[in-house]
């Protein structure tokens, strides 16, 4: 073996530890920047873990009556349409409650009803068997 050839085995290795090197490089490069993303990403949900710990205080509690039924939110709708319910003989729709409780049948009002009727269903007052279809909960 002469050192010319000697010399060329040794360039192609050192040209391959190189490109491995720079391989090496851009993945390590890659990987800190995924690695400032997930920081970033826990840095935002511990300061909304403390935003929502520091207005837990401020969000109001269901509170229950000693019946143990849920208590209804203090707007005077609330008790008329479960009346409507305790005289339905069957699943109502939002419409039904407006016209049992004499509003107009404008789309504001029937969506107002709707929603007053979702928040007794996340109480647990009434259940959605089928989407805008409630019933009084057994």
Same mark, same amino acid.
């Given at each position: 073996m002469n050192l010319n050839s000697l010399l060329q085995a040794l360039d192609l290795q050192e040209d391959a530890a190189r490109a491995l *090197? @720079? @391989?090496?490089?851009?993945? %390590? @490069?890659?990987?800190?920047?995924?690695?400032?993303? *997930?920081?970033l990403r826990l840095e935002h949900l511990a300061i909304t873990r403390t935003t929502i710990t520091g207005r837990a205080d401020r969000i109001p509690a269901q509170t229950v009556d000693p019946a143990g039924s849920p208590e209804l939110p203090e707007h005077p709708d609330y008790p008329r349409i479960l009346s409507v319910?305790?005289?339905?003989?069957?699943?109502?729709? *939002?419409? @039904? %409650?407006c016209q049992a409780l004499d509003f107009e049948l404008l789309p504001k009002h029937v969506?107002?009803?709707?929603? /007053?009727? /979702?928040?007794l269903v996340t109480m647990g007052i009434l259940t959605e068997a089928e989407p805008g279809t409630f019933s009084k909960k057994q």
């Open positions: *090197a @720079d @391989d090496l490089r851009t993945q %390590i @490069d890659a990987l800190q920047t995924q690695l400032r993303e *997930a920081e319910f305790n005289d339905a003989t069957g699943p109502l729709r *939002a419409r @039904d %409650i969506e107002r009803t709707r929603a /007053k009727m /979702k928040r």
